[in-house]
């Protein structure tokens, strides 16, 4: 049923993209509105056929994370500015697009695991979605920051846009890693197994940790390690869902 939500708030979100490139802001913002309503719609179907929130496995994730970019773009659009609102709507759409496309398996609702059944999982898993929300709006500036010259008013606003995404995403992503230690101890007996989730959750965060810790920094530095990290959060959010086995293979 979700299916059909998301298809109709994907050509809404593509009519809001149309719209911003010929900068029709107001109409676009109708559009989004819109988009994000029909959206919500598809989530609240989930919900109520895989009785739980839609945040247990891949395919929920992928269709949950949209939505809550695109609620940045409704009430924090002066903050992300004009160009970058363009991009993250093309990325809501690049999301949506591959939760539709990917395999039915993935999206059939299951009961939730016992261990999944807890309430660390409405402080440890929104948390990372918070971290990887804003992870992703800050390697849009960073893309953005490569093409500008060193010191330049736009280069250097976008530098600090940039800095407080990551302070934001590095706090939660701890924030993450720490009650999900103390759901494990919970559910498993143990703080730290060296689990593959686990072990990769604490890569993101020391690779990220490299920013805040540069000699001389550059915005080239600064944002290949942006960059970097979106690299290892994704191979954790894919790589390891499908790739390695370990306690976290939920999908």
Not at 126 to 154: D, H
Request: glycine share 6%; charged share 10%.
């Amino acid at each position: 049923m979700e299916s059909t939500f998301l298809i109709f708030a994907l050509i809404a979100y593509a009519i809001c993209l149309g719209l911003f490139l010929i900068k029709n802001d107001q109409w676009a913002g109708i559009a989004l509105i819109i988009a994000v309503l029909i959206h919500l719609g598809g989530l609240i179907a989930r919900s109520i056929i895989a009785r739980h929130p839609p945040f247990t496995n891949v395919y929920e994730t992928f269709i949950l994370l949209p939505f809550l970019l695109s609620l940045r773009l409704i009430f924090w659009k002066e903050q992300i500015g004009e160009k970058p609102r363009k991009i993250l709507t093309g990325v809501v759409m690049a999301i949506i697009l591959i939760a539709l496309l990917l395999p039915q398996s993935l999206k059939i609702p299951r009961p939730l695991m016992p261990a999944l059944n807890s309430i660390w999982m409405y402080i440890h898993v929104p948390s990372y979605f918070f971290a990887y929300m804003a992870l992703l709006v800050a390697s849009i500036y960073a893309f953005m920051l490569l093409f500008r010259k060193a010191g330049s008013e736009s280069a250097t606003a976008i530098l600090h846009k940039l800095d407080n995404e990551l302070k934001i995403a590095f706090f939660f992503l701890n924030v993450g890693l720490i009650s999900g230690g103390i759901w494990a101890y919970v559910s498993w007996g143990n703080y730290w197994a060296w689990d593959p989730k686990e072990t990769w959750a604490l890569i993101n965060i020391i690779v990220l940790a490299f920013y805040f810790h540069l000699q001389a920094p550059t915005k080239q530095k600064k944002a290949v390690i942006v960059i970097i990290t979106l690299l290892t959060v994704a191979f954790t959010y894919w790589g390891v869902s499908f790739i390695l086995s370990g306690l976290h293979s939920y999908t």
